[in-house]
């Protein structure tokens, strides 16, 4: 038999989520001959009695083999331990050590997810690879595009617009035009046992789903003042790399708050804070982004564009254009582009990825707030 009579070979990444399972089921139900992958990432040695975060667990194993069974799929799994600790919790650390807050879970989806999926493709003679995320691609006059999800509030199109030309040719994301709601109901309708699994959340390789203590295990940190933009000091902070711009929650001051956080100043390693949510110290007109990818064209500049500046942040208008030397020459050689918001943005945050859309929900590509 040709390949060519053959069913096409799909490789789809299980995490024993719901949403991978669906896309396995979907994908055998369109035909294809599909061949599931069970990733093991790295995890901290001797804290699994913390884990509150089961995504990449011996269970999630179970559950994938279980879904596995039940849609009659083979299930392989990869040790992607020595790569995801060098290239995504490694770079997290340097990343907080530097002073900046990193989106760990876009360096894994460009560096570790679509690398093993691709290579396993290679290794199986296959045709796509596939995953659970909400998200689609079209092709438009010979070039692939990605664009938001049918359910924009599960939309991942965030992490994933480091994704290359030659990657959306050959991947599938069957669950991106269906609703939450919707894949639940195909997985209990298919009895899958994973119908009703909470969504992941947090980072998958800290034991808490919060990273401060995480953070405090693998750093060297140095307490400090806690300092009103007035400059008032009114507490002490156990590191600033355990502090994000914008953060409100964990600080731990009494008094007139509730305080959010301003500026970590490094150089003097004081936290800087405010209980005034009007403070202009925390909103800013411009942002300077470190362009990673144009995922189909480089736009003809000035733009102006869609722009997600976090995760679950609301799209907000800005013109995005090159950004220039102090000589006038811009600096595309090192794809520094500067974005100047419509209305001023609060907690716009170093480290975080900058993600730019069109008004038709394309994903035009994105970068890192510097």
């Known amino acids: 038999m040709t390949k060519e009579s053959k069913k096409k070979r799909v490789i789809v990444g299980m995490s024993a989520g719901v949403d991978s399972s669906v896309a396995a089921a979907l994908l055998k139900e369109q035909g294809y001959d599909v061949v599931g992958v069970f990733l093991h990432f790295w995890k901290e040695p001797g804290q699994d009695e913390l884990r509150e975060n089961k995504c990449c ?18 299930l392989y799994t990869a040790n992607a331990a020595q790569e995801f600790k060098k290239e995504v919790v490694d770079y997290f650390l340097s990343e907080i050590k530097a002073g900046r807050t990193p989106n760990p879970c876009v360096v894994c989806n ?43 509030e599960k939309d991942q199109t965030y992490f994933l ?22 894949i639940r109901k195909i997985a209990q309708n298919l009895n899958l046992p994973v119908f009703d699994k909470e969504d992941s959340q947090g980072l998958c390789f800290t034991p808490e789903k919060t990273p401060t203590k995480f953070i405090k295990r693998n750093l ?4 400090g003042d806690i300092i009103t933009t007035e400059g008032k000091k009114i507490g002490e902070h156990g590191g600033l790399e355990t502090y994000t711009i914008g953060q409100r929650k964990g600080i731990n001051i009494g008094g007139n708050g509730p305080y959010f956080v301003v500026e970590r100043d490094f150089k003097n390693n004081q936290l800087i ?15 300077t982004v470190e362009l990673k990818n144009w995922i189909a064209d480089e736009p003809k500049l000035p733009l102006e ?8 942040h609301p799209l907000v208008r800005g013109i995005i254009n090159l950004s220039l ?18 209305e001023k943005q609060k907690a716009v945050t170093p480290g975080q990825s900058a993600v730019f859309y069109a008004d ?5 590509g994105g970068g890192i707030i510097i």
């Open 57 to 74: 667990s011996v269970e999630s194993q179970q559950d994938a083999r279980k879904v596995a069974q039940i849609l009659d799929i083979p």
């Open 110 to 152: 460009e560096r570790i997810k679509f690398n093993f999926l691709f290579k396993k493709m290679l290794e199986m003679d296959a045709d796509f690879v596939a995953t659970g995320h909400y998200a689609e691609v079209k092709k438009i006059n010979g070039k692939f595009h990605l664009y938001t999800s049918s359910d924009e």
């Open 161 to 182: 617009y480091s994704l290359k030309q030659e990657q959306l040719a050959k991947i599938l994301f069957p669950v991106g035009t269906y609703k939450k709601p919707a």
């Open 220 to 223: 060297k940190l140095s307490s």
């Open 273 to 287: 804070v405010t209980n005034n949510e009007e403070d202009e110290k925390i909103f800013k007109k411009t942002m």
């Open 305 to 312: 564009i869609n722009v997600k500046i976090r995760y679950r």
């Open 325 to 342: 030397t102090s000589d006038g020459s811009s600096k595309k050689e090192k794809k520094l582009y500067v974005v100047e918001f419509l």
């Open 360 to 364: 038709d929900n394309e994903v035009l």
